[in-house]
Nanobody, 117 residues
Framework: QVQLAESGGGLVQPGRSLRLSCAAS????????LGWYRQVPGKQRELVAT???????NYADSVKGRFTISRDNAKIAVYLEMNSLKPEDTAVYYC???????????WGQGIQVTVSS
């Protein structure tokens, strides 16, 4: 099965940066899509950024120009570089993986990111 493990979250001041990492393990060695979603209490989980295995990136409008997604296919990992963080970026961030464009999605357990002074 697929397991996704996030790391790198925490508390950071507004305007600062943070880098999230997600490592995939299991019997799958190539993912069509790896990405990040986030969720705050009382709201639906929302897309932050995804990246396909041929390099196509997709960002939420709210993070364009501030966040950068990258992936390392050899390590089967995906990263999210978050710059100029705002309090509204506070959320639980979830790693997401899809093996094919139409297969089921896999989720990590989530990691808290808090942006506050």
């Amino acid at each position: 099965q697929v397991q996704l493990a996030e790391s790198g979250g925490g508390l950071v001041q507004p305007g600062r940066s943070l880098r999230l990492s997600c490592a995939a393990s299991g019997r799958v060695f190539n993912y069509y899509s790896l990405g990040w979603y986030r969720q705050v209490p009382g709201k639906q989980r929302e897309l932050v950024a995804t990246m396909t295995n041929d390099g196509i990136r997709n960002y939420a409008d709210s993070v364009k120009g501030r966040f950068t997604i990258s992936r390392d296919n050899a390590k089967i990992a995906v990263y999210l570089e978050m710059n100029s963080l705002k309090p509204e970026d506070t959320a639980v961030y979830y790693c997401n993986a899809r093996i094919t464009p139409i297969s089921r999605e896999y989720w990590g357990q989530g990691i808290q990111v808090t942006v506050s002074s």
